[in-house]
């Protein structure tokens, strides 16, 4: 049995699968924060392959021409200055996947990792942007679990966390463990607390997890740990 229902609100339209899953069938407008970064880079193309519309925020349009020649909207801008609002009219959704990298200081700790995102999540409640998935960190629940260098990389991300599940916002939280370049198995363990606090996921299937996320409604005020494991990405979050 199949059941099609429309939110007249965001005019998107789901289906009940016969799994009991829901799944988004309207194609979607989504901003991607990160676009040009390794996870970001990988997720651009397939949300477009997949029927939706990107606009790509980056701080270099030459980094981001690639994105732009697959079908994203670039929008040049830094993280560091006011979120320009203008850059989410007509979006529907917004991926949060930027990060100021283990090479800089923690001020930018605090500019990109906390004080970014937070902006993100601000002005996506006044864009009236319902729908934010946040690339976060495993780890981040409690920071003190981390090494010591990384503590304050964890405190930021527990605090951009804490502010967008309080928020007004539509959000799926993702906390990855440490990322890897292998390509995509496509499977995960998903979960709101793993057992395994030290394993490593590819950035492959932390994409694919963001667009399943994306199109599965039930994953909605959800915070998630995410390995790779042994559970299809479709079955990890559709089940959980
Ligand atoms: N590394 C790990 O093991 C690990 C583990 C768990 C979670 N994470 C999280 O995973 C996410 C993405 O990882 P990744 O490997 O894709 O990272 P990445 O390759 O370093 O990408 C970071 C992205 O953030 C952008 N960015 C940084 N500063 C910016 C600024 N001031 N204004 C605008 N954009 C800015 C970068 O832009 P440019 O391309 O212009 O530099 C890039 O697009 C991050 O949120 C990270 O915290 C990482």
């Known amino acids: 049995m199949t059941i099609r229902a429309s939110n007249s609100l965001n005019n998107w339209d789901w289906e009940l699968r016969e799994t009991g899953v829901f799944v988004l069938l309207s194609d979607m407008k989504i901003i991607v924060f990160g676009a040009t970064g390794k996870i970001g880079?990988?997720?651009?193309?397939?949300?477009?392959?997949?029927?939706?519309?990107?606009?790509?925020?980056?701080?270099?349009?030459?980094?981001?021409?690639?994105?732009?020649?697959?079908?994203?909207?670039?929008?040049?801008?830094?993280?560091?200055?006011?979120?320009?609002?203008g850059a989410l009219a007509g979006v529907d959704a917004c991926i949060f996947t930027?990060?100021?990298?283990?090479?800089?200081?923690?001020?930018?700790?605090?500019?990109?990792?906390?004080?970014?995102?937070?902006?993100?999540?601000?002005?996506?409640?006044?864009a009236g942007v319902r729908r934010y998935i946040m690339v976060s960190a495993l780890k981040a629940s409690d920071p003190d679990r981390g090494a010591e260098g990384i503590r304050p990389y964890l405190v930021a991300k527990h605090a951009a966390d804490a502010l967008l599940m309080a928020s007004s916002l539509d959000y799926t939280i993702l906390r990855p463990g440490r990322l890897t370049d292998e390509p995509g198995s496509g499977q995960v363990a998903a979960g709101p607390s793993l057992e395994n606090y030290d394993g490593a996921i590819s950035r492959a299937n932390v994409a694919r997890a963001l667009q399943v996320c994306l199109e599965m409604p039930g994953t909605i005020g959800k915070t998630y740990e995410l390995l790779d494991g042994p559970t299809s990405i479709t079955a990890a979050f559709g089940s959980s």
């Open 41 to 85: 880079s990988l997720l651009v193309p397939e949300l477009i392959e997949a029927g939706h519309g990107v606009v790509a925020y980056v701080r270099s349009a030459e980094k981001g021409a690639s994105l732009k020649r697959c079908g994203a909207d670039l929008h040049v801008a830094d993280l560091e200055a006011p979120i320009d609002l």
């Open 98 to 126: 930027a990060g100021s990298g283990s090479a800089t200081g923690k001020d930018k700790t605090l500019t990109i990792d906390l004080w970014g995102a937070i902006k993100t999540v601000r002005a996506c409640e006044q």
